[in-house]
């Protein structure tokens, strides 16, 4: 199982950016998703997550700017973000627990961390 996220990149305050998270490999389910970020010196924080049944959980910072939906025909997480602040600039990490098949074609369930993309908030 692979995480890979995408789309990060440098933003003015105020703009609008979209991550993507695809999950890869031989999946029986995902279950509960989400994004966090982190800066230098500080704790991985959850921006929000969503459980497999669609409830959806808002860090109070982002809410109101920030929306997590999912394409479930694509295995995809995507986070809208807007209103955009310098505050907001960090690395921005997908996280995905997953049900798969073993190479046995057991199943087995795992937490998965996507490789971190990048977002500036700057003018």
């Known amino acids: 199982v692979q995480l890979q996220a995408s789309g990060g990149g440098l933003v003015q305050p105020g703009g609008s950016l979209t991550l993507s998270c695809a999950v890869s490999?031989?999946?029986?389910?995902?279950?509960?998703e989400g994004w966090y970020r982190q800066t230098p010196g500080k704790q991985r924080e959850l921006v929000v997550g969503i459980s497999s049944g669609g409830g959806t959980n808002y860090a109070d910072s982002v809410k109101g700017r920030f929306t997590i939906s999912r394409d479930n025909s694509k295995n995809t997480v995507y986070l809208q973000m807007s209103s955009l602040k310098p505050e907001d600039t960090a690395v921005y990490y997908c996280n995905a627990h997953v049900t798969y098949y073993t190479d046995y074609n057991h199943l087995k369930t795992q937490n998965y961390w996507g490789q971190g993309t990048l977002v500036t908030v700057s003018s």
């Open positions: 490999g031989r999946i029986w389910g995902i279950n509960a």
